[in-house]
């Protein structure tokens, strides 16, 4: 039952996931509790974390980048609906700008937060 309530509680995002894995023609690694993992190799898109479903990048397969997405999913789980609007949106916006324009990507609040929840601690200069 928990899972179920879990899931409604995630339902946008969730939603998005299943769209994302089958676009990407991601395929799943392993299950851990709720998360389930799904690998692609695609060079234009970077890992997500969207509700029950982490979506990692095969080129960039780190602890520190599994350790991020699990933070996100974090948030996911604090915030419900409101994920997609406070964490989602402004990360894909920050990661689009951040591709013509470099900047430090995880010193945004939403990717320090992720970072801080999942246990990331990255070296700053």
């Known amino acids: 039952m ?3 309530l879990l899931w ?3 339902f946008p995002q969730n939603i998005v996931g299943i769209i994302a894995v089958n676009l990407l023609l991601a395929y799943k690694p392993i299950t851990q509790d709720l998360t ?3 690998v692609h190799y695609n060079t234009w ?6 509700g029950n479903y982490i979506i990692v990048n095969g080129y960039d397969y780190t602890e520190e980048t599994i350790l991020h997405e699990k933070g996100h ?3 996911s789980l ?3 609906w409101f994920y997609l ?7 894909v916006i920050g990661n689009l700008i951040h591709r013509f324009i470099k900047f430090d990507y995880y010193r945004q609040p939403w990717e320090a ?5 999942g246990g990331v601690k990255r070296n700053r200069i």
Do not use: E, M, N, T
């Open 73 to 75: 999913q974090k948030q």
């Open 113 to 117: 937060w992720a970072d801080r929840l």
């Open 45 to 50: 898109f970077s890992s997500v974390s969207l």
């Open 85 to 91: 609007f406070l964490i989602g949106f402004p990360s």
């Open 36 to 38: 389930v993992f799904y």
């Open 8 to 10: 409604i509680w995630q």
């Open 2 to 4: 928990k899972k179920v």
């Open 78 to 80: 604090y915030l419900g």
